[in-house]
């Protein structure tokens, strides 16, 4: 039975991680849009998924999300894993340099119930060209970092605390630059 047992739970993790290796399909990179389905894989602007859907992608750390103009419900949103967050895309580029980023503006928002973002202690996590706002908690009312973060043209505004760290609350690695604090 016990033989039974461990070869069941091996053929769960090798179907997991199968799934996970197809949502990425050779890429680090998934692609994500407001419009994004959770059956498409991701791996192109021509099949977007959703945030949710490739940040659970993201079981092993190491993925660059590219996020399509818009504003997305990220209310809670808890990041464990290492990850580059990416926004400003029109949804047709191939590289990081090809970005409008007055243009495609990217936000990830609350709904003012609770923070938009956490970074967890083992999480290294990279945002750039992201807009973080509606935010409320008692601390970080937009980010609550206890991991490594790197703040990269990003704007920080409309979020609140009722203690400490209404834009950022910190007690891990940060790294800010080039951003916008409101």
């Known amino acids: 039975r016990m033989k039974r047992f461990r070869y069941f739970v091996l053929l769960v993790v090798v179907i997991v991680m199968a799934f996970a290796s197809s949502l990425i399909a050779g890429s680090n990179r998934l ?13 192109s602007w021509n099949s977007p998924t959703t945030l ?17 103009a818009g504003i997305y419900d990220a209310t ?14 029109a949804g047709t580029e191939t590289a990081v340099s090809q970005r409008d980023l007055r243009k495609n ?12 973002l956490t970074v967890s202690h083992d999480a290294d996590v990279d945002i750039d060209a ?16 206890v991991g490594t973060l790197a703040v990269t043209r ?11 760290g209404g834009g950022i609350y910190s007690m891990g690695k940060l790294n800010v630059d080039n951003r916008t604090f409101n």
Do not use: H, P, Q
């Open 52 to 68: 949710t859907k490739a940040l659970e992608a993201n079981k092993l750390g190491g993925v660059e999300i590219w996020l399509k």
């Open 154 to 164: 990003c704007t920080i505004s409309n979020n609140n605390a009722s203690g400490f």
């Open 31 to 43: 692609y994500v849009a407001t419009d994004g389905k959770d059956t498409n894989d991701g791996t």
């Open 105 to 116: 503006i990217t936000t990830l928002k609350s709904g003012g119930m609770w923070r938009v």
């Open 76 to 89: 809670g949103l808890e990041i464990n894993k290492s990850i580059t967050l990416r926004g400003g895309f």
């Open 130 to 145: 992201l807009v973080i706002t509606g935010g409320s908690a008692d601390m970080g009312g937009g980010i609550y970092n």
